[in-house]
C-alpha cells in the first residue's frame, strides 16, 4: 500500500474517533505524515500500536467552573485538563483561557506537547489545559474568583509528580499567582505545582523570557547551518504578548531589527525597528495597562493595520508568535515573494498545512513550533529542579542552559532530518520526539 494511502487510512480513524476536532486531526496528520514512512522502517513501533496509544489521552478531565462576577452574577465557563502522555515524566504543559478554546484545541495542544516536552531532553511528560474563560475586559478581581473557582477544581487532579501546569496564552504571571494560592490554600503544602511562578515564591529567572528567547536562539542556530545569523536581518513578528515580546527584546539584542507586532485587532508596522524604549513601551501597555497595540501606531506615529496580520511585510525572518493557523497559504506565499528564507514559530501550530507546503517547496529554513517554542516548557522543567532542590540559579546559568537545549534541539532535528544540503525540521522534529517516548512505552509494557 503507498504511504499516503496508510497516511490516510490511519487518519480516517483518528477523524471517526475524534469527531468535530479539526485542530487535532490537523497536528496529528502533521505528524503521522512523517512517523508512518519512520515505523515501516522500524515496524517494532507498527507492531506495538505506539502512534495509536500516542493519539488517544490517557485521561481527560471536564469540568464547570462557576464563578461570581463584579455584580454578582453567577458566571458559568468549561474547564479541561488533558493527561496525554507520562512515559518519560509527569504529565507538563500549559493553560489556556481564551474563548476559542475546546477540547479539540486542547487535544492539539497536548499531543504536540508530549513530541515538544521529549525534545527538550528533559524527563516530562505532556498536557495540556484551559478554559473558554476570556480574562480580557475582567477586573483582577473576577479573574482572581475565576482562577479559584478554576482551581478548586483541578487542584485534586495535579501535583508536583503527576501533573505540573503552567500558562499559556491568557495565563500570565497574575492567573499563575491566584492559581497557585488557592492550590496551596487547598492542600496545605508549598510545592512546584504550577511553572512560571513569581521569583520571590519558586518562580525561575528567564521563565517568562524562555520561549521567545529560545525561538530566537533557534532561529539563529538554523542560520548558522547556512553561514548567516540574525545581525542585520528585518524580522516580522505576530501577537505582543509574552512570546512576542520576549522574542522582540532578544531578536534586536542580537543585531536584528523587529518591524511588526501585533493582537487579534490588527498589526503595527514601525520601519524604524521596536528597540528597547519602545518594547517597554508595549510591556507597560500590555502587561499593566492591558491595552490594545492600536496605541502604540498612536504614541510612534506609525502604521496600524486594522484587521491584518503582518504577513504582507516585507523581511527576511518572520516569527508568528500569536495563535494557530495564523499564516496561511496565501500569506505564505506572500512571504517568500518578498524575500523571507526563515520562520521561527514561537506560537504552537500558527502556520496552516498549505503553507507548511510553501515554505517546504521553497526549501526555507522553517523552525516548526515543537522545535523551535520548546525553550518555554524546557525552563519550565528547570524551574522544576530548582523547585525540588529547594535552590535558584542565577540569570546566567538558566539562560545558558537555556541555549545549550536549544542547540541540542536543534541538533536532534538536524541528524533526522537532513536529506542531502537540506534539514527537513519537521520531519527532524517529529522522529527525534517520537522516538524517546514511543521506546519508554515499549518498555513499559501495554499500559
Ligand atoms: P499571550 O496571551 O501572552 O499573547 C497572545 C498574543 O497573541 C496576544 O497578542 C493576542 O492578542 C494574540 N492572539 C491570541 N489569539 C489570537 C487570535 N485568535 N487572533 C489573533 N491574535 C491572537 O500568549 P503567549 O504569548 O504566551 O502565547 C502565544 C503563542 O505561543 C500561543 O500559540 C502559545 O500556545 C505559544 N506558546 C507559549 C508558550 C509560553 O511559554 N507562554 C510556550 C510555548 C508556546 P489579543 O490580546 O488581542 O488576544
Redesign the pocket.
Known amino acids: 500500500m503507498a504511504l499516503e494511502q496508510k497516511v490516510n487510512d490511519f487518519m480516517a480513524k483518528i477523524i471517526a474517533k475524534n469527531p468535530g476536532e479539526a485542530e487535532f486531526h490537523q497536528a496529528v496528520h502533521e505528524v503521522a505524515e512523517t512517523i508512518i514512512p519512520y515505523m515501516e522502517e522500524n515496524p517494532i513501533y507498527k507492531e506495538n500500536k505506539i502512534l495509536e496509544r500516542i493519539a488517544e489521552p490517557e485521561r481527560v478531565i471536564l469540568f464547570r467552573v462557576p464563578w461570581l462576577d463584579d455584580k454578582g452574577e453567577i458566571q458559568l465557563n468549561k474547564a479541561y485538563r488533558i493527561e496525554m502522555n507520562s512515559a518519560i515524566g509527569p504529565y507538563k504543559g ?1 493553560l ?1 483561557f ?1 474563548p ?1 478554546v475546546n477540547l479539540g484545541v486542547l487535544k492539539f ?1 497536548a499531543f504536540e506537547q508530549v513530541l515538544k516536552n521529549s525534545l527538550t531532553t528533559l524527563p516530562m511528560g505532556g498536557g495540556k489545559g484551559g478554559s473558554d474563560f476570556d480574562p ?1 475586559g475582567k477586573t483582577d478581581n473576577e479573574v482572581m474568583r475565576f482562577c479559584q473557582s478554576f482551581m478548586t477544581e483541578l487542584c485534586r487532579h495535579i501535583g508536583p509528580n503527576t501533573d505540573i501546569p ?5 495565563v ?1 504571571g497574575r492567573e499563575i499567582g491566584f492559581m497557585y494560592g488557592q492550590y496551596k490554600r487547598i492542600r496545605n503544602e508549598f510545592t512546584g505545582v504550577l511553572t512560571g511562578k513569581g521569583r520571590e515564591w519558586g518562580g525561575s529567572l528567564i521563565r517568562p523570557e ?2 521567545g528567547y529560545g525561538a530566537t536562539y533557534f532561529a539563529e542556530y538554523m542560520l548558522n547551518t547556512r553561514g548567516d545569523s540574525l545581525k542585520g536581518k528585518v524580522v516580522t513578528i ?7 515580546q520576549y522574542a522582540c527584546e532578544k531578536v534586536t539584542d542580537m543585531g536584528g531589527k523587529v518591524v511588526t507586532l ?4 490588527g498589526f503595527i508596522h514601525d520601519p524604524a525597528g521596536i528597540d528597547a524604549e519602545k518594547l517597554a513601551f508595549v510591556m507597560h501597555l ?1 502587561n499593566v495597562k492591558r491595552g ?2 492600536k496605541e502604540y501606531a498612536d504614541k510612534y506615529n506609525c502604521e496600524f493595520h486594522e484587521g491584518k496580520r503582518p504577513w504582507g511585510i516585507k523581511c527576511d525572518v518572520a516569527m508568528p ?4 493557523n ?1 499564516v496561511n497559504e496565501e500569506e505564505a506565499k506572500t512571504l517568500i515573494a518578498n524575500g523571507c528564507f526563515v520562520v521561527s514559530e ?3 501550530m ?1 502556520s496552516a498545512p498549505e503553507a507548511i507546503e510553501v515554505y517546504s517547496k521553497a526549501k526555507i529554513l522553517y523552525g516548526l ?1 515543537k522545535a523551535a ?1 520548546a525553550g ?2 524546557a525552563v519550565s522543567g528547570l524551574e522544576m529542579s530548582q523547585n525540588s532542590l529547594r535552590l535558584s540559579w542565577t540569570r546566567e546559568e538558566v539562560d545558558s542552559r537555556l541555549k545549550q537545549i536549544m542547540k541540542d534541539i536543534h541538533e536532534t532535528c538536524v541528524k533526522y532530518g537532513k536529506e542531502g544540503d537540506y534539514i527537513d525540521y519537521v520531519k527532524g522534529a517529529n522522529i527525534g520526539g517520537f522516538v524517546k517516548v514511543a521506546d519508554a512505552m515499549l518498555a513499559q509494557g501495554v499500559v
Open positions: 500549559g489556556r481564551h476559542t495542544l480580557k503552567a500558562g499559556d496564552i491568557g500570565g524562555a520561549t505576530s501577537g505582543s504578548g509574552n512570546v512576542a501585533s493582537d487579534s485587532s500590555k490594545r497595540i508568535n500569536a495563535t494557530q495564523e514561537g506560537a504552537n500558527p513550533g517554542n518555554g516548557v
